[in-house]
């Protein structure tokens, strides 16, 4: 069965440090991947997501994230955190034949200290 | 252009109630999901309408939960009678085109559901 895993349910960096979030997905067909951030009280805001074009994929707020079909992996980076990214980061996959339901990993809450 | 609501924000129910939770799309957009998150566990698909009919609703988790979706708008969830481990966040999210899994779906805030 298709799934994904996120390691690290909070990660805390100092404003400024690289910011690395993981995800990791388990699939037998090739997936599309996304990355969804959610602030408080608000909805889930799609960061990026690959379609199978570029292994690299950047999206807003700075952020970008590499799709490694050897490593199954699509982890999320930010070469310098910032105070306002303090949020919950959710990653989730579609895969063909699927439908276009996404399957959500736990979410990583971001924390970023001074 | 206004984005997708979801009312009410909170709604706390006693065991056995019935309660109603109202998602509206993006203007011109025919696909509709519903996702849950219930406390520390990871978002969960319920279902989704392709303008007023149910394309898949494989995630629904049993008959005491009925979605619609009249007209191809705006969609309800109705959950009834409620149970404790109905609690949760209530997600709706709206795309365009739904053709492909690439499409972006657009998310609402959630609807915040206590049963107690």
């Known amino acids: 069965a298709q799934s994904v895993t996120q390691l690290g349910s909070h990660v805390s960096v100092s404003e400024g440090a690289l910011v690395l979030l993981r995800c990791n997905y388990s699939?037998?067909?090739?997936?599309?991947l996304f990355w969804y951030v959610q602030y408080p009280n608000q909805g889930l805001q799609l960061l990026l997501k690959?379609?199978?074009?570029?292994?690299l994929v950047k999206g807003i707020n700075g952020f970008e994230a590499e799709f490694k079909k050897s490593e199954t992996s699509f982890h999320l980076t930010k070469p310098s955190a910032h105070m306002s990214d303090a949020a919950e980061y959710f990653c989730a996959v579609s895969f063909t034949g699927g439908g276009n339901k996404l399957t959500f990993g736990t979410g990583t809450q971001l924390k970023v200290e001074l | 252009e206004a984005g997708v609501t979801q009312f009410p924000s909170h709604s706390v129910i006693e065991k056995g109630q019935t309660v109603t939770l109202r998602c509206d799309p993006i203007s011109g957009h025919d696909n509709l999901y519903w996702y849950r998150r219930v406390m520390g566990k990871e978002i969960k698909f319920l279902l989704h309408?392709?303008?007023?009919?149910?394309?898949?609703e494989s995630g629904m988790p049993n008959n005491r939960f009925l979605a619609e979706r009249t007209g191809g708008t705006y969609s309800t969830l109705k959950v009834q009678p409620a149970e404790l481990e109905d609690s949760g966040v209530y997600f709706c999210?709206?795309?365009?085109?739904?053709?492909?899994?690439?499409?972006?779906?657009?998310f609402g805030p959630g609807t915040r559901l206590t049963v107690l």
């Open positions: 309408f392709v303008k007023e009919s149910k394309q898949d």
């Open positions: 999210a709206s795309s365009q085109d739904g053709v492909w899994n690439t499409d972006t779906q657009y």
């Open positions: 699939s037998s067909v090739p997936p599309y």
């Open positions: 690959y379609t199978s074009a570029a292994t």
